[in-house]
């Protein structure tokens, strides 16, 4: 069965810094993978998805995403974080879309003034 | 155009009873997604319908039950709860590679 590993429950980063977040995934085959954001004010949002194609992922607020098969991992990038930024961030892992997905346990975002 | 609506918001049960939970999409959208979230097992993906037609499913037993009419609204059911079923269910549309939450009924299983 697939599974998600997000390593860093916690972290924190000044407003402005660079942000990269970490997902690794098991899962046999070509896996779809996404990422979600969720906060407060907001409630859950999808951030990109991959299921194929090109490896760099754009997704909305800026973020990235880059599959890296021989690593499997699929890491979310935003290159100047914003006070509005700080949510819980979700990976997560499927097959053939959503069938079977599986997330992490998340990272908890602090973004420092 | 609105967004996804779920209702109720909040919801108390006691063990052994059962619930409905509704789930209306935006409009135009035919795929709706049903998602369980507690502080202990965090997210995990329920089923997924398309066209009055469950295309995906998580790994949850056959307690948890779902159905799509067609104008795309959405229910699910939980029969005979149990204390774990105290949770925030969370509904998504999509439309293409977008994806739209719902704000969530919360539900407590006394």
């Known amino acids: 069965a697939q599974s998600v590993t997000q390593p860093d429950i916690h972290i924190t980063v000044s407003e402005g810094a660079s942000l990269e977040l970490r997902c690794n995934y098991s899962?046999?085959?070509?896996?779809?993978l996404f990422w979600y954001v969720q906060s407060p004010g907001q409630g859950l949002q999808l951030l990109l998805k991959?299921?194929?194609?090109?490896?760099l992922v754009q997704g909305i607020k800026g973020f990235e995403a880059e599959f890296k098969r021989s690593q499997s991992s699929f890491n979310l990038r935003k290159p100047s974080v914003h006070w509005s930024d700080a949510a819980e961030y979700f990976c997560?892992?499927?097959?053939?879309?959503?069938?079977?997905?599986?997330f992490g346990a998340g990272t908890r975002l602090t973004v420092k003034p | 155009k609105a967004g996804v609506t779920q209702t109720p918001r909040y919801l108390i049960k006691t063990r052994g009873q059962q619930v409905t939970l509704s789930c209306s999409p935006i409009?135009?959208?035919?795929?709706v997604s049903w998602y369980q979230q507690t502080p202990g097992q965090g997210l995990q993906f329920l089923f997924e319908?398309?066209?009055?037609?469950?295309?995906n499913k998580g790994n949850f037993p056959g307690r948890f039950s779902g159905r799509q009419f067609s104008n795309s609204r959405s229910e699910m059911n939980v029969s005979t709860l149990e204390l774990g079923d105290s949770a925030l269910y969370l509904c998504?549309?999509?439309?293409?590679?977008?994806?739209?939450f719902g704000p969530g009924t919360r539900l407590l299983v006394l």
């Open positions: 991959y299921f194929s194609g090109d490896t």
């Open positions: 899962y046999g085959a070509t896996p779809y």
């Open positions: 997560a892992v499927g097959e053939d879309n959503n069938n079977d997905m599986r």
């Open positions: 998504a549309s999509s439309l293409g590679l977008q994806e739209y």
């Open positions: 409009s135009g959208h035919r795929s």
């Open positions: 319908y398309f066209s009055e037609t469950q295309r």
